[in-house]
């Protein structure tokens, strides 16, 4: 099965559909995986899925990840490299959801700081 590289029309569902529509991916023999690689939020366990997407979906994450209940925990497990890939290759609507759940958790006290000055300084962000 082919997914357009600009999968952003996951945006239009929350996470319970598409994990709907992942099972029914599984039921008739495809692989899921694609589909939770770009919304994260809808994995199983999302703060350690983020660290199984693969480089070249990295770019093409829903910006709605970050946006929702979830944002700031998936945020917290990313690597400094993943942020670079996004960082270089990311929509520009994607690295503000990023930049806005990095926000957040830092209002909440959440240990982040390390993220949020990468985000905000690195020049790929800008």
């Not at 910006?63 to 670079?84: H, N, R, Y």
């Not at 390390?114 to 690195?122: G, L, P, Q």
Request: some cysteine; hydrophobic content about 40%.
């Amino acid at each position: 099965m082919a997914f357009s590289q600009q999968f952003y029309p996951l945006s239009y569902y929350n996470s319970k559909q598409i994990k709907n529509f992942a099972e029914n991916l599984s039921e008739i023999g495809e692989n899921p995986d694609k589909i939770f690689n770009l919304r994260v939020d809808a994995a199983k366990n999302p703060p350690i899925h983020i660290k199984t997407v693969t480089e070249a979906d990295l770019p093409f994450i829903c910006p709605d990840v970050f946006a929702g209940g979830m944002g700031e925990e998936i945020l917290s497990e990313m690597t400094i490299k993943q942020l670079e890939i996004i960082g270089r290759k990311g929509s520009l609507f994607l690295k503000t959801a990023i930049k806005m759940a990095a926000r957040k958790a830092m209002i909440k006290g959440k240990p982040i700081s390390r993220i949020k000055e990468y985000v905000d300084y690195s020049p790929a962000w800008q």
